[in-house]
């Protein structure tokens, strides 16, 4: 047997030769698919940085100011609208809870759906979070599956661009956060519409703000 013939018959070293090859080939996948996304991956990321750093919000805990009026309910109805509006101490809904306003979302009459409502402008377009704290007044019974009301931003055509069940079972206030994205700038509307069973008595809100 000539030695070109042994040559290739010879089978030693194979195995190597076939992982070189399945090697440079998913390299050169790897690399054809990195040249592929780069390009979004990398918009992607600046525009996540960009939103990040001029909407700090989204990392934040407590907020210093609000696109609304009288979030704390300070001046009792101020700047709201809606059906049925009830603000008192929140020792009145819960003992010991102190002096400060809130509002409850299922006011004085049994035949009304309450609703606390507010408009506000966006300069231009955003991602942000809309933060409230609720709680469950002391007179309905825990646990809690059906008292609450549901908290929606809403454009000037009435699309809701985001909404959120609220369903307090704490006799202390919890923070609740809806994000939202607005992609332009306009007019648009908070709406916190109660739900549960229309007897008088509902879950309590405060310190609502939209940065």
Request: glycine content about 10%; proline content about 2%.
């Amino acid at each position: 047997m000539s030695g070109i013939t042994v040559f290739l018959s010879n089978e030693s070293g194979a195995v190597t030769v076939d992982w070189v090859v399945l090697t440079s080939a998913m390299m050169g996948i790897g690399i054809a698919t990195y040249m592929t996304v780069s390009g979004g991956i990398e918009d992607l990321s600046g525009d996540v940085s960009t939103e990040m750093s001029s909407n700090a919000v989204l990392m934040q805990t407590n907020f210093e100011s609000s696109r609304l009026t009288n979030g704390g309910f300070e001046q009792r109805a101020s700047g709201w609208g809606g059906v049925d509006i009830e603000i008192l101490a929140a020792g009145v809904y819960i003992p010991g809870a102190g002096a400060s306003l809130v509002a409850e979302l299922d006011g004085w009459n049994r035949g009304d759906v309450s609703t606390l409502t507010q408009s506000f402008t966006v300069d231009r377009p955003l991602s942000t979070v809309v933060s409230l704290e609720a709680a469950l007044r002391t007179a309905i019974a825990t646990p809690n599956d059906t008292e609450g009301f549901l908290m929606e931003v809403i454009d000037q055509d009435g699309t809701t661009l985001a909404e959120k069940s609220v369903i307090p079972n704490s006799r202390d206030f919890e923070d609740y956060r809806m994000p939202v994205r607005f992609s332009e700038a306009g007019e648009y509307t908070l709406r916190m519409t109660e739900v549960g069973r229309n007897d008088s008595l509902g879950a309590i809100v405060d310190n609502v703000v939209i940065k």
